[in-house]
């Protein structure tokens, strides 16, 4: 975990990275998982190696916001998948 926001109730599993990034209450994210700029709203699943904020268009085609400036946003209570 590297310049993070990290709020009550998180669960970052080990080997995970996550650097630059926004965790609201209640967020899980799995072993191995690599977050980087950005942020997960309240009760959001990141699955075990799941790779959020490194490919725009992957992100987009697992319907998340991307901002015009690169920044990722995994809507509350979602559990990301892949496409």
């Keep these: 975990v590297n310049r993070?926001?990290?709020s009550c109730g998180v669960r970052i599993?080990?080997?995970a990275q996550v650097e630059e990034s926004l965790l609201f209450d209640g967020v899980y994210v799995g072993?191995?998982?690599r977050l980087r700029r950005t942020i997960v709203d309240k009760f959001a699943t990141i699955p075990e190696g799941m790779e959020?904020?490194?490919d725009?268009?992957?992100?987009r085609a697992r319907r998340l916001t991307v901002t015009p400036s690169g920044i990722t946003v995994v809507p509350r209570s979602m559990k990301?998948?892949?496409p």
Aim: hydrophobic share 35%; charged share 25%.
């Design 4 to 6: 993070c926001v990290v």
């Design 13 to 15: 599993n080990s080997y």
């Design 31 to 33: 072993r191995r998982a």
């Design 52 to 54: 959020i904020g490194f």
């Design 56 to 59: 725009p268009e992957l992100d």
């Design 80 to 82: 990301v998948q892949d």
